[in-house]
């Protein structure tokens, strides 16, 4: 079914679309089961069309938007999941804290404030468009273990809000106005406004280990989700294997004691039975930090990549002839089966949109250099591997393993060298 174009028909559609830059490629629409009438959410891998957006901001149709990788809005979903949020138009006490702690976090009200059925949405649309995962990143740092949601995601929807259910910020009070006139009084924040310099890619870059942590992170977000999925909701009485299993997927992960107790602080927003032990704040943080202690001579071991097998046999067959002494040769097999998993660490990103972004934003040019089939071999990296790496990489070339690429490196601004690897060279004969 065509759109109709632009003009006075759909213009709250219009008005939406053009200021929160919604993905269109799917929605989830809300339904109730057939015994007990209970909401559900259902995602449809359709597109979201400007006729459906309209019915969701008339409050006709419930509808929930996915953000792209790339998005200029930060959303947080605020709910009391220990009462009744509302008591008709009156918002309850810890609804309250939470909305007034949210935005002393955030340095700044929303630009748009929704009524919801169980508390709030807000929505601080941005003047710059940010990667995902550097802006919830970000936003989780700023909200620290205050139990809100960072939504929409790439991953997870939430309520276009519907004009009859806006806020006035400020007051809490209903404004009764048209969508599209609320729109275009909406203030727009300045990334650096919420989060100082942070949100920039030399800020980033400039904290190797933070950088690194998030990498992991984003590396490892879809296992836990995954692992979070089979484990709740938590149920009391039955807490302590999905405890100790989350624990471990978490410190596995990398993540912090604080950060994990954010995941678990989600855990139990999505467990509204549960009233166990857990839900004290102090006493969760005590149990994780137990936890965390008993297993601190674990460490995990590295990602294990699927081809290593193939790597190690790729690396026997470059190092069968060498210039260097014989007791590099084994030195030398490990600093090519490294390159190699790394090359396949970022062949495993460029297929993720979202990780695609997040590397993007931090190192210029790098969606195009991968697309041209260019891998970026940092020196860090290579140091890494062998610190005699400078001898190495001509050999490597001369080998036919690499072939250096004829884009420039610029240091301060995070651009490595770029080099075309080819290990099929070595398979067969």
């Given at each position: 079914m065509?759109?109709?174009?632009?003009g006075?028909?759909?213009?709250?559609?219009?008005s939406?679309?053009?200021t929160?830059?919604p993905?269109?490629?799917?929605?989830?629409?809300?339904?109730?089961?057939q015994?007990?009438?209970?909401?559900?959410?259902?995602?449809?891998h359709?597109?979201?069309?400007?006729?459906?957006?309209?019915?969701?901001i008339l409050d006709?149709?419930v509808?929930g938007?996915?953000?792209s990788?790339?998005p200029?809005?930060l959303?947080?979903?605020?709910?009391?999941h220990?009462?009744?949020?509302?008591t008709?138009s009156?918002a309850s006490?810890l609804?309250?804290?939470?909305y007034e702690?949210t935005?002393?976090?955030?340095?700044?009200?929303?630009?748009?404030?929704v009524?919801s059925?169980?508390?709030?949405?807000?929505?601080?649309?941005?003047s710059e468009r940010?990667?995902?995962e550097?802006?919830y990143?970000?936003?989780r740092?700023?909200?620290?273990?205050?139990?809100?949601e960072v939504k929409?995601t790439?991953?997870?929807?939430?309520?276009?809000?519907?004009?009859?259910?806006?806020?006035d910020?400020?007051?809490?009070?209903?404004?009764?106005?048209?969508?599209e006139?609320?729109?275009?009084?909406m203030?727009v924040?300045?990334?650096?406004?919420?989060?100082?310099?942070?949100?920039?890619?030399?800020?980033?870059r400039?904290?190797?280990?933070e950088?690194?942590a998030?990498?992991?992170?984003l590396?490892n977000?879809?296992?836990?989700?995954k692992v979070?999925?089979e484990?709740?909701?938590l149920?009391?009485?039955?807490?302590?294997?999905?405890?100790?299993?989350?624990c471990?997927?978490?410190?596995c992960a990398?993540l912090?004691?604080?950060?994990?107790?954010?995941?678990?602080?989600?855990?139990?927003?999505?467990?509204?039975r549960?009233q166990g032990?857990l839900?004290d704040?102090?006493?969760l943080q005590?149990?994780?930090?137990?936890e965390?202690?008993?297993?601190?001579?674990?460490?995990?071991?590295?990602r294990?990549i699927?081809?290593?097998?193939?790597?190690a046999m790729i690396?026997?067959?470059?190092a069968?002839?060498?210039?260097?002494?014989r007791?590099?040769?084994?030195?030398l097999?490990?600093?090519?089966?490294r390159?190699?998993?790394w090359?396949d660490?970022h062949?495993?990103?460029?297929?993720?949109?979202?990780?695609?972004?997040?590397f993007d934003y931090?190192?210029?040019?790098?969606?195009?250099?991968?697309?041209?089939?260019?891998y970026?071999?940092p020196?860090?990296?290579l140091?890494?591997?062998?610190?005699?790496?400078?001898?190495?990489?001509?050999?490597?070339e001369?080998?036919?393993?690499?072939?250096?690429s004829?884009?420039?490196y610029?240091?301060?601004?995070?651009i490595?060298?770029?080099?075309r690897?080819?290990?099929?060279?070595?398979v067969?004969g």
């Amino acid at each position: 079914m065509q759109e109709p174009k632009r003009g006075k028909a759909l213009k709250k559609a219009h008005s939406f679309d053009s200021t929160f830059h919604p993905y269109r490629g799917r929605y989830t629409v809300q339904g109730r089961g057939q015994l007990f009438g209970e909401p559900f959410w259902q995602t449809r891998h359709e597109r979201l069309t400007l006729g459906l957006i309209e019915q969701a901001i008339l409050d006709r149709l419930v509808v929930g938007f996915f953000v792209s990788t790339v998005p200029n809005v930060l959303g947080v979903d605020i709910d009391d999941h220990r009462g009744a949020a509302w008591t008709g138009s009156e918002a309850s006490p810890l609804l309250l804290s939470l909305y007034e702690q949210t935005c002393q976090r955030l340095r700044a009200q929303p630009s748009l404030l929704v009524q919801s059925p169980h508390g709030l949405h807000g929505f601080w649309v941005l003047s710059e468009r940010i990667p995902a995962e550097v802006l919830y990143g970000l936003a989780r740092e700023r909200l620290g273990s205050l139990p809100v949601e960072v939504k929409p995601t790439p991953a997870s929807s939430l309520r276009i809000p519907a004009e009859r259910r806006i806020l006035d910020p400020k007051t809490l009070q209903l404004l009764s106005l048209p969508f599209e006139l609320v729109a275009q009084s909406m203030p727009v924040q300045h990334p650096a406004f919420l989060f100082e310099a942070g949100y920039l890619p030399e800020t980033i870059r400039a904290s190797l280990v933070e950088r690194r942590a998030r990498a992991r992170l984003l590396q490892n977000l879809p296992r836990i989700e995954k692992v979070e999925e089979e484990l709740l909701p938590l149920v009391a009485g039955r807490t302590n294997e999905p405890f100790l299993r989350l624990c471990l997927a978490y410190r596995c992960a990398g993540l912090s004691v604080e950060e994990a107790h954010y995941r678990f602080a989600l855990c139990l927003m999505r467990s509204p039975r549960y009233q166990g032990e857990l839900r004290d704040a102090r006493r969760l943080q005590q149990r994780i930090e137990c936890e965390y202690r008993r297993n601190r001579d674990y460490t995990p071991k590295a990602r294990e990549i699927q081809g290593s097998l193939f790597n190690a046999m790729i690396a026997e067959r470059v190092a069968l002839v060498h210039p260097f002494a014989r007791q590099r040769t084994k030195p030398l097999q490990r600093f090519v089966t490294r390159i190699l998993e790394w090359c396949d660490w970022h062949d495993e990103i460029i297929t993720n949109p979202g990780q695609t972004a997040f590397f993007d934003y931090l190192y210029p040019y790098y969606r195009k250099n991968r697309r041209e089939g260019l891998y970026p071999l940092p020196k860090s990296l290579l140091f890494k591997a062998n610190e005699r790496y400078r001898q190495l990489m001509p050999w490597l070339e001369q080998r036919g393993l690499i072939e250096a690429s004829n884009y420039p490196y610029v240091p301060g601004q995070g651009i490595c060298r770029y080099y075309r690897v080819e290990p099929g060279r070595f398979v067969g004969g």
